[in-house]
């Protein structure tokens, strides 16, 4: 398995983002339009997991999430392991590999917006808030202070 690390400046950048616009998941329409339209700016970092050209996973580090307006900075966003690759943690090792960046770039909590309840919990990440969406929908606010141990 390989995993890429991509930034505004990465010439894979487009091509990775057809691989996202394919799933299923409508939030990944969402990060893939923002890698097209070339939006990643500073700090933010898409992680690609894939098998042989076969796309495993994908994870973004985002200034702002669907929940806009927070004051908060950075979000753990668009945490997608296809369907056949799920229950082997490769979720929580996009996230661990996300809080690194974050941490890396300075940041001392990363945020997280989600509808799961208890999938982020059992790896440090505590609710704080609850918010709409930009598409009206109810988000749990999740936030997780990074020291150099996680």
Known sequence: MEEIILDKSSSQIKQFAKLIQE???????????????????DFERVIMLTNQNELVGFAALLKEDIVKDTGLTPFISTVFVAEKYRGKKLSQKLVSDLETIA?????????????????????????????????GRPMRLLKKQLTSAN
């Open 103 to 135: 941490r890396q770039a300075g940041f001392s909590t990363v945020y997280i917006a989600t509808a799961h309840i208890g999938l982020y919990e059992k790896i440090g990440y505590q609710h704080f808030d609850d918010k709409l969406d930009i598409m």
């Open 23 to 41: 799933v299923s998941w409508g939030a990944g329409k969402y990060l893939a339009n923002i890698m097209i339209n070339n939006q990643l700016s």
